[in-house]
Structure formats: structure tokens, C-alpha cells
């Protein structure tokens, strides 16, 4: 099992930036592919963004260009940097791990563990 613990989330205005984190603990974090997901206010929790220990990522047409996720795998730390915000990006974000022994991670997989969210509020 692995334990998720997200940080950074805050207020900003529309053209700005934040950096999320994800402490993990538990288990060996790189056997695992790591995303993020996020849940505005009133609609269905979205996939952000995936990435797997060799590095390889995914992104979601909505934060392409603008998010960048990356993993720490000394420290079993994910990140995401979130530039260029605006006021659709306000949601709870949340970290989430699965089980990964090779191959593609896409946010559509099942997602076993995840941590409590962090709020990010964007203001236009």
C-alpha cells in the first residue's frame, strides 16, 4: 500500500502559477504510475496528467502546454507544476497511485490509492 499526501494548493489569479506535491509513503513508489486528478466544483472528477518511473507522461487536452507532472523517485515525491492558470482550473486536486509493471498509464486506468486533495482557487 502507499499513502498520498498533497501540498500547495492556494489562491492565484488567472496568468499565474503553482507547484503542487505529493509526498508518498509505503510501499516502493517507483512500481508505481502516478497522476493527478482534479474535481471543480459541481462536475465530474477529471484525469490531469499520468507519469511512470522511466518518466513517460500523459496529458489531458485541457492542461497540455500548460501543467507539467514529474516525480522525484529518491525523495517519493509527484509534482505539478500548473503555469499560465485560469479561472476553469479552480478545482480540488488530488494525487492518486495504481500499480504499474510496465507499459502505458492513462488516467482512464483504475487508480487504487489516493491522497485528500488540495484546493487550488483561481481567480479571473
Known amino acids: 500500500q502507499v499513502q498520498l499526501v498533497e501540498s500547495g494548493g492556494g489562491s492565484v489569479q488567472a496568468g499565474g502559477s503553482l507547484r503542487l506535491s505529493c509526498a508518498a509513503s509505503?510501499?516502493?513508489?517507483?512500481?508505481?504510475?502516478m497522476a493527478w486528478f482534479r474535481q471543480a466544483p459541481g462536475k465530474q472528477r477529471e484525469g490531469a496528467a499520468t507519469i511512470v518511473s522511466d518518466g513517460s507522461t500523459t496529458y489531458a487536452d485541457s492542461v497540455k502546454g500548460r501543467f507539467t507532472i514529474s516525480r522525484d523517485n529518491a525523495k517519493n515525491t509527484l509534482y505539478l507544476q500548473m503555469n499560465s492558470l485560469k479561472a476553469d482550473d479552480t478545482a480540488m486536486y488530488y494525487c492518486?497511485?495504481?500499480?504499474?509493471?510496465?507499459?502505458?498509464?492513462?488516467?482512464?486506468?483504475?487508480?487504487?490509492?489516493w491522497g485528500q486533495g488540495t484546493l487550488v482557487t483561481v481567480s479571473s
Open positions: 492518486a497511485a495504481r500499480w504499474w509493471a510496465g507499459g502505458a498509464c492513462h488516467v482512464t486506468d483504475p487508480f487504487n490509492y
Open positions: 509505503g510501499d516502493t513508489y517507483v512500481s508505481y504510475c
